[in-house]
């Protein structure tokens, strides 16, 4: 891989600059007032920046699976923390990756790679938080102390591994870098120690317990003779305990739209980040505050992270570090942390916006209160704009923005930095890359330009680790764009020359120079230049300080002649003559590729095909409208997009190939015939009779597993079902066009999953997992979603040697549900072509909008307990069943998150005369009988009831709005004005729902296992009764 590199050091770059970018300042917490300051003038510390793992774990496995260099990727990566003006980066280390059993520590290359990250991120100004323990677990096998614990409330109970991390934390801090040559204890680039990494502890452990174990932990490091801030983790809430402890300061974290939603999150988001009350606690009033996780996460717009940076602020942190920066080797697939995603040139807008969070951090002082939405989308220098998805920083010599915008700098003529995505009145510029011009001298700028960006797929869905090949999900785009600016610095005839070069040696790229007009568009590719007046352009300026990295260009992706689109439409559009649209992003093969919109009527209605036309707006984007009255009327759309040009017709969502034999559309080919007798397994018996036995309806065609638990072992059961001789004779002809399979299953009351798995001839299997429901339901399996089986060694399936089907259930699948008993039924199974569509309702009168869905197999954001895709009240529909072991602690509870679909809010915006909520859902046990419904307005307002009461059987339950009442506790910051005696939900507002139910809501009943599954919720106008 080989990046262009130019040091920023450009021209002539005296040494004193030098210096001052590279010379770290020591700090130390005082006690008398708990607050971190510089060593040499007492000031208060701020510091922000990202977590970053290169050295540890799934991201050096990742790396080094893709044959890359670590130390290249880290001095990429912190050139771009520098870039950003970042000065602070965090990690958890893993122990277990550099220690014995003994908790010595073992010096190793993660260890090296550790010292060469906070060598680098020295030279750049960039200070690193060290988290010694971070107990998690790894891939490979190491023999770290942590691995002799089931768990961590174990290790952080058990006074004999007490012993074992103050040995493994002594000799942590006593580690001497091999880059440096300094002790972590004495070196100034290491900003503070935070002990552990989120720890927990068994029920009923006291605060003196805790407060011994930190107090432990602190003294292993203080007998370094260090007079570095040592903070504990206090994520679990035992605030007592760290208060009383000999420490000086706490670290906490904040995830305020939750984690893991499986895809990205849609919405205004800003009530979420209204405050951050955790860290203002009076007994914490003495000690030093910093953050050591926070993010935005699945959100991919560019407002929030300035306005969390204020509220750190408000609260008193001095540190605070994203989790986590992607590097940039792995930033196209985000294949580590999918809810997490930050990265210069993969995320420009999100990286210019947490760039602005940065200065506001630094600027804001500590303590400062600027109230809440919507006076404080304003603060310090810095404007939110949620509607245009845009954060701005305008003083006299900054102008920062994230997106396009129409703010003016306040004082143009002293602007010393323009850093922008989009176009401003100062930049005009057609890419949606980033690009930064500094001011070095008058006349004279550097201009730094980064690729554009193609989002092929959603980087926040997938699962969360590293696996296999990871899916391309963002795609860098190199070419020209035009560029256009209004500086009264740069008037007149100017130069424009790409720079190039080693380190500290940059070179002009011979033939690149070029006279330009100052106010005229110019175009100009990735990569840096010195743009001058000329005038100026025989002159060598010195470089400020405050550029600080090299220039980092991200490599050109393999050129691929491919085509890859990710699809936006509206799910629910009215049946009037309203135009929406139906937008592609993405990359075609051939620049003549033509694109069609299809949408069909039902599951084989009419057929409505339109051209989709380039958005002359933005590059890599094509643009339909619809509108329901001229589709045919009200109903459920299948919509997908085909693309046709010399390489064939391609379908999205898939981007599959249509076949050339239009006969392999319509001819299923039937697999199995379960109205012949097929070999059952032996019934497996225990001391209390059959565990587990399979059965065969012939007259009906239906095969059936039974199992009376799963909850000891064994803890699953399987059914191979072989397929007819026909279809083992057809399959050579057959896998060469078809693309998936049509299965019909149906579940028992407790079996809401089955494992379905082709096998071939060699005994290789490959699997995915289906929900169920009590009725018969036909799902469609494309074979390139099927996982190879834990067991395979092949990677794909090879269709033509498939020569059976098999049925896996067990403990994994049903969780809480493990130890009732549970049943699977098939009934066939054919192979087929299949083409993934999308899903748009037509919505006509009485009209009845869908705020909350889970008609579509997606992850929703779940806190505590967990949720799982299950069918819904009808073979066509979907629903979430959310779950949970238990509440037996007072106010346990499980909840999920719903943001309200954009479309549903456009409808809203003209239609608020509804007064009726109609929830689709059903108790999955019949003591899961209560839930509680929140919704949350736009300014955060939340209203609520809990006096939703729930059956066994779907059921549509109406709750007039006129119900719901105003629950402070869930937002007590929404504003003021809200609330009052004539106030109610604005249906107009509507921003986001949640779901909750525990402890408090279930009575006796609440240590059971729970089950609540919920398919949808709409609004109606429902006549009043008289």
């Known amino acids: 891989m080989k990046h262009l590199t130019l040091s920023l050091s450009l021209f002539i770059c005296c040494s004193a600059c030098l210096c001052a970018a590279s010379t770290m300042r020591s700090m130390s917490v005082d006690r008398r007032d708990g607050v971190l300051r510089w060593d040499d003038d007492k000031s208060e510390v701020a510091l922000f920046g990202v977590n970053y793992y290169p050295p540890f774990s799934v991201d050096y496995r990742a790396i080094k699976a893709l044959g890359l260099n670590h130390e290249d990727i880290i001095r990429q990566d912190v050139a771009h923390f520098a870039r950003l003006g970042l000065d602070a980066i965090r990690l958890h280390c893993w122990d277990r990756e550099i220690s014995d059993l003994d908790g010595n520590l073992v010096d190793n290359e993660h260890l090296r790679l550790l010292d060469f990250l906070i060598d680098e991120c020295a030279k750049h100004g960039i200070y690193t938080v060290l988290t010694p323990i971070a107990w998690w677990g790894t891939a490979q096998e190491y023999k770290g102390f942590a691995t002799q614990y089931q768990t961590i409330r174990e290790m952080t109970t058990q006074k004999d591994a007490w012993e074992k991390q103050a040995r493994y934390l002594e000799q942590f801090a006593n580690h001497v870098n091999r880059y440096r040559g300094k002790r972590y204890a004495d070196d100034e680039a290491v900003a503070v120690f935070e002990l552990i990494n989120e720890p927990l502890y068994p029920d009923g452990t006291s605060d003196d317990l805790v407060t011994d174990y930190i107090n432990t932990l602190a003294n292993a490091v203080r007998k370094t003779g260090t007079r570095k801030g040592i903070f504990y983790n206090t994520w679990a809430n035992r605030i007592q305990a760290c208060a009383n402890a000999d420490i000086d300061g706490v670290s906490n974290v904040w995830y305020p739209t939750g984690l893991v939603a499986g895809r990205m999150l849609s919405g205004n988001h800003l009530a979420r980040v209204n405050d951050y009350p955790s860290l203002r606690d009076e007994r914490l009033a003495k000690k ?141 510029y057609q890419g949606n890359g980033a690009y930064f011009l500094d001011k070095v001298a008058d006349g004279d700028w550097l201009l730094e330009v980064y690729p554009d960006t193609v989002m092929l797929r959603d980087p926040y869905s997938g699962s969360q680790t590293h696996q296999g090949s990871p899916t391309e999900k963002v795609r860098l785009v190199f070419r020209d764009n035009s560029m256009q600016l209004s500086l009264p610095d740069l008037k007149g005839d100017l130069i424009l020359q790409q720079l190039a070069g080693p380190k500290r040696q940059p070179t002009a790229i011979p033939g690149t120079s070029r006279a330009i007009a100052g106010d005229a568009p110019f175009p100009v590719s990735p990569g840096c230049y010195r743009l001058c007046r000329q005038d100026r352009s025989t002159q060598s300026p010195t470089i400020p300080p405050s550029i600080r990295a090299d220039f980092v260009l991200p490599p050109q992706p393999t050129t691929k002649n491919d085509v890859a689109l990710r699809i936006t439409l509206p799910i629910q559009t009215l049946a009037d003559e309203r135009a929406l649209p139906v937008v592609a992003e993405g990359v075609l093969a051939h620049d003549d590729d033509r694109l069609t919109l299809v949408l069909t009527q039902g599951r084989s209605g009419n057929i409505t095909r339109m051209p989709m036309e380039p958005d002359p707006s933005r590059r890599n984007h094509w643009l339909a409208s619809v509108n329901g009255k001229g589709l045919g009327g009200a109903g459920r759309y299948q919509v997908r997009i085909e693309v046709s040009g010399k390489d064939g017709v391609t379908s999205f969502p898939g981007g599959l190939p249509l076949p050339t034999d239009p006969r392999a559309m319509t001819d299923p080919l039937p697999l199995i015939d379960l109205t012949q007798p097929v070999k059952l397994p032996e019934t497996v018996t225990d001391e209390q009779g059959p565990l587990f036995q399979n059965s065969q309806d012939t007259q009906a065609g239906v095969l059936r597993m039974d199992a009376r638990t799963y909850a000891a072992k064994p803890d699953h059961s399987s059914l191979f079902v072989p397929f007819t001789p026909a279809a083992i004779a057809a399959m050579p002809t057959a896998a060469a066009s078809a693309n998936a399979l049509r299965v019909t299953l149906r579940g028992g009351p407790q079996s809401n999953r089955v494992e379905l798995s082709l096998t071939q001839d060699d005994g290789q299997s490959f699997c995915t997992i289906l929900p169920v429901g009590s009725t018969w339901s036909t799902h469609t399996v494309l074979i390139a979603d099927l996982r190879p089986h834990v067991s395979a060694t092949a990677k794909e399936i090879s269709l033509d ?88 602690a007072a106010g346990s509870h499980v909840s999920i998150n719903v943001s309200v679909p954009e479309c549903a809010r456009a409808i809203l915006q003209d239609h608020q005369d509804f007064n009726t909520l109609i929830l689709v859902a059903r108790a999955v046990y019949p003591w899961s009988k209560r839930l509680e419904l929140v919704i949350n307005e736009l300014d955060g307002t939340p209203w609520g009831t809990q006096a939703i009461t729930l059956g066994t059987d779907w059921q549509d339950i109406h709750i007039p709005i006129k119900s719901l009442t105003f629950f402070k506790h869930w937002q007590p910051s929404c504003p003021p004005d809200r609330g009052g005696e004539n106030d109610g939900l604005r249906v107009q507002n509507i921003n986001r ?34």
């Open 288 to 428: 030093a505050k910093i953050i050591y996780e926070f993010d935005a996460a699945d959100v991919h717009t560019s407002y929030l992270y300035p306005a969390i940076a204020r509220e750190f602020r408000h609260s008193g942190v001095q540190i605070a570090t994203q989790f986590q920066y992607d590097a940039m080797a792995l930033a196209d697939s985000n294949c580590n942390w999918k809810t997490h995603y930050l990265n210069l040139a993969y995320t420009p807008s999100k990286a210019l916006s947490f760039a602005i969070a940065a200065e506001a951090f630094r600027s804001i002082p500590c303590g400062q209160d600027y109230g809440t939405l919507p006076e404080n989308q304003r603060f310090a220098n810095a404007r939110l704009d949620p509607d245009a998805d845009l954060s701005e920083w305008l003083s006299d010599n900054s102008f920062l923005h994230s997106n396009s915008t129409s703010s003016a700098p306040p004082a143009p003529h002293k602007l010393t930095r323009v850093w922008g995505v989009g176009s401003s009145p100062v930049v005009r």
């Open 801 to 888: 040697k498939v020569n059976q089907l098999r049925l896996i259930a067990g403990k994994w699948l049903y969780k809480d549900a493990a130890d009732q008993p549970h049943s699977i039924e098939i009934k066939d199974c054919s192979l087929i072509y299949s083409l993934p569509n999308l899903s748009m309702v037509v919505l006509d009168e009485p009209l009845q909008p869908i705020i909350a869905e889970f008609s579509a197999p997606r992850h929703r954001e779940v806190r505590a307990g967990h949720s799982t895709h299950i069918v819904g009240r009808d073979q066509d529909s979907f629903a979430t069943l959310l779950g949970s072991q238990g509440f037996n």
């Open 993 to 1026: 729902v949640s779901f909750c139910y525990g402890q408090w809501l279930l009575g006796d009943d609440a240590g059971k296992i729970q089950g609540i599954a919920i398919q949808e919720l709409r609004l109606a106008n429902i006549p009043e009764q008289p």
